[in-house]
């Protein structure tokens, strides 16, 4: 297996061999695969399901086991859109019902790997319920802090795999410096939005999306909070590149609801409007992430495709829920900003345009 050089963005400091720090616990630096991601086509094993084709890209140990539960391998359906068909990648029917599943699978592998018997992890909802549930599959204590206001189904899936739901009123932010405390009393975080581990389960999403067009896409649009789904599927983009084809990488378009739209703002009008910027009230509760940790290198791959990030009006957000049910794709709010983005932007597009569906409509209840 290709091991993945993991090192701290801050001080350089390799990660190491043992445990699970979150961040790096010399300087507090977060980290990250600063090397392209190596694909090679002849190491795609056929023989496994879903994500588990691309084992080769993880960096897991030869003798790490698998933690499965069927992610990976979702439809790319075409629908008309605004006059022009598009192509639908449908994450939203992972075994959770949201693309977080690509890299919980990775990231619980990994704890499993190393030994780790319990871990916390922090969500608005959906990284939560895909955590609970592959630490389940994994045998792993799983504790996951979630807002207050999270949506019921989540908080109902979380509790339903057996971990244990605290609830944190507040903002998402506080949510997140209430499971930091924890970590820093000496828990074991999987953090989605700290550890690397899940940006090459989800650059699998990439390489399907490539298999099934039979080309690379000529532009991605997904919802973007942490953004580290654009930033894995960039990635598992370059990664096909760099072995060797000699093709453009699709144009990356994240879409943000405007009331929580940091990658936005920064995009359009610099780092200096970050102060600006507030953690509002928003339906999409996936994306309301007022200090993405990846926020550079996200824009750093927006910038590289001559893509893009967007903002969408919460008034936007149910009647483009409401249009996709109608082509039978049934997503929640978050998932459904993708349909307002397209809208904005969709004439300036090559073809072929792919569409990130990210999570179920059945995760919302109001």
């Not at 445990?19 to 630096?29: A, Q």
């Not at 929580?260 to 200096?272: F, M, R, S, V």
Request: hydrophobic share 45%; net charge positive; charged share 20%.
């Amino acid at each position: 297996m290709t091991r993945l050089d993991i090192s701290c963005l801050n001080c350089g400091r390799v990660y190491p061999v043992d445990g699970v720090p979150y961040r790096c616990p010399v300087c507090g630096g977060l980290y990250d695969i600063p090397a392209p991601l190596q694909f090679d086509r002849a190491k795609i094993d056929s023989s496994q399901p879903g994500i588990w084709r691309y084992r080769s890209t993880f960096g897991l140990s030869a003798g790490a086991e698998a933690v499965s539960l069927g992610e990976g391998g979702t439809p790319l359906i075409w629908a008309e859109a605004f006059g022009r068909k598009v192509a639908f990648k449908c994450e939203f029917l992972n075994p959770t019902g949201s693309f977080k599943d690509r890299g919980s699978a990775v990231i619980v592998a990994t704890l499993r790997s190393r030994g780790v018997t319990e871990a916390v992890e922090d969500s608005s909802g959906n990284a939560g319920a895909s955590f609970a549930a592959y630490a389940a599959r994994a045998g792993i204590g799983a504790r996951v802090f979630v807002p207050a206001n999270a949506a019921g189904p989540k908080r109902e899936q979380i509790a339903a795999f057996g971990a244990e739901l605290i609830s944190v009123k507040g903002s998402r932010t506080a949510v997140a410096e209430a499971v930091q405390k924890e970590a820093e009393a000496g828990s074991i975080y999987a953090s989605h939005a700290w550890l690397p581990f899940n940006l090459p389960g989800y650059a699998t999403a990439a390489y399907e999306i490539v298999e099934q067009l039979g080309a690379m896409p000529g532009a991605v649009i997904v919802p973007a909070g942490q953004g580290g789904l654009l930033l894995g599927l960039y990635r598992g983009f370059d990664a096909i590149r760099q072995a060797g084809a000699q093709v453009r990488l699709p144009k990356m378009i994240g879409v943000q609801a405007m009331a929580c739209a940091p990658l936005w703002a920064t995009l359009a009008y610099g780092a200096g409007s970050r102060p600006l910027i507030a953690e509002g009230q928003t339906l999409a509760e996936g994306v309301r992430v007022l200090h993405p940790l990846r926020g550079e290198a996200v824009l750093r791959a927006v910038r590289m495709t001559n893509g893009g990030v967007l903002a969408v009006d919460d008034a936007d957000i149910l009647p483009g829920r409401d249009a996709l049910a109608k082509r039978g794709l049934y997503v929640e709010p978050t998932s459904a900003m993708v349909w307002s983005g397209l809208e904005q932007v969709l004439s300036s597009l090559p073809d072929p345009v792919v569409v990130i569906l990210t999570g179920s409509g059945y995760k919302y209840n109001r």
